[in-house]
C-alpha cells in the first residue's frame, strides 16, 4: 500500500495572509500523523511565501514519521538542509512569480547544479528525491545523478480536462514510474491530487508515496485536518 506524505504550507499560506501566529503548521503536522500520514511535507521557498525557518527547525524536532524538506537547488537552501538534516530532500523547481510549483525540474538544463546539491545532500547521509515531470529521459537523467527516487509531477494529470489529454498523460505517468523502479529508484507522485483524482492511481503499484496538500488543506478547513488528512488515508488504502 502507498503512503501519504502531507505537504503543511497551506496552513502557513493562511497564518502568513493575516501575519498572526496562527494557524500553525507545527500543530496541523501533529494532527496529521496521529490522523494516519506517513510523513510530512514542508517547502521552504526562497520568497518564505508560506513555510518560515522557524517552521522547519521546529518541524524537525517533533515530526514523528518523516520530514520531508522541498527545496530548490540553491546554495543557501542546501546550507539550511545540511543544517535541519531532514528525512528526505525533495529538489523543486522554483520561480519567485508561480502560484505553485508549475512543472518538474528540467534535468537536462539543471543538471550541474542538481548534481552538485544532491552529491552534497548524500555525503551527509540525506537521502534524495528528484520532481521530475513524467518523462523517460528525465527518470534516466535522475538515475545517473545518482538520486534517490523520483517524484513524478501528476498536476497536469490532474488539471487537464480532456479525456485523450489525461490518457496521454497517464500513460507516462506509468511508462515513468515503471522505468524508475527498474532501475531501483523509489517512486513517489504529487501535485494537484485531490479526494476525486486519487482514484485514478489504483494499481499503479510502483508508486511509494502520493505527496498532497492543497486539497486535504482546503478540505481541513470544512471538516477539520484529522477528518481530512484520515479520508485520504482511507481513499489511498483502497487503491
Ligand atoms: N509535490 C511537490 C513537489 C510540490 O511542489 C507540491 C506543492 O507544494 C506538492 C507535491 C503538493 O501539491 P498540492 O498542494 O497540489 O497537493
Redesign the pocket.
Known amino acids: 500500500m502507498a503512503g501519504l506524505a502531507v505537504?503543511i504550507?497551506?496552513i502557513a499560506t493562511l497564518r502568513q495572509a493575516r501575519g498572526t501566529t496562527y494557524p500553525d503548521p507545527v500543530a496541523a503536522a501533529l494532527i496529521a500523523e496521529l490522523a494516519g500520514a506517513d510523513g510530512i511535507?514542508a517547502?521552504l521557498r526562497e520568497d518564505r511565501r508560506h513555510i518560515q525557518d522557524r517552521d522547519i527547525r521546529i518541524l524537525r524536532q517533533v515530526v514523528q514519521t518523516r520530514l520531508i524538506l522541498?527545496m530548490g537547488a540553491t546554495p543557501e537552501m542546501l546550507g539550511i538542509a545540511l543544517d535541519v538534516k531532514p528525512d528526505l530532500v525533495?529538489l523543486?523547481p522554483e520561480k519567485r512569480e508561480e502560484l505553485?510549483?508549475e512543472g518538474g525540474l528540467d534535468l537536462i538544463s539543471h543538471h550541474e547544479p542538481v548534481s552538485e546539491v544532491v552529491d552534497n545532500l548524500k555525503s551527509a547521509g540525506i537521502p534524495v528525491s528528484i520532481?521530475i515531470d513524467p518523462d523517460i529521459e528525465q527518470v534516466k537523467l535522475a538515475h545517473r545523478i545518482d538520486a534517490d527516487m523520483i517524484?513524478i509531477?501528476t498536476?497536469h494529470f490532474?488539471d487537464e480536462r480532456s479525456l485523450a489529454g489525461k490518457q496521454k498523460i497517464y500513460t507516462d505517468i506509468v511508462n515513468a514510474a515503471k522505468l524508475a523502479s527498474k532501475l531501483k529508484l523509489g517512486v513517489?507522485a504529487?501535485?494537484?491530487?485531490?479526494y476525486t483524482s486519487i482514484k485514478a492511481f489504483a494499481g499503479l503499484n510502483e508508486i511509494d508515496e502520493f505527496?498532497?496538500?492543497?486539497?486535504?488543506?482546503a478540505r481541513a478547513a470544512m471538516v477539520g485536518m484529522e477528518r481530512a488528512v484520515k479520508e485520504m488515508v482511507d481513499l489511498i488504502a483502497a487503491l
Open positions: 505537504n504550507d497551506h511535507v517547502h522541498e525533495t523543486v505553485t510549483t520532481f517524484e509531477h498536476g490532474c513517489n504529487g501535485h494537484g491530487i485531490c505527496s498532497i496538500g492543497h486539497s486535504i488543506v
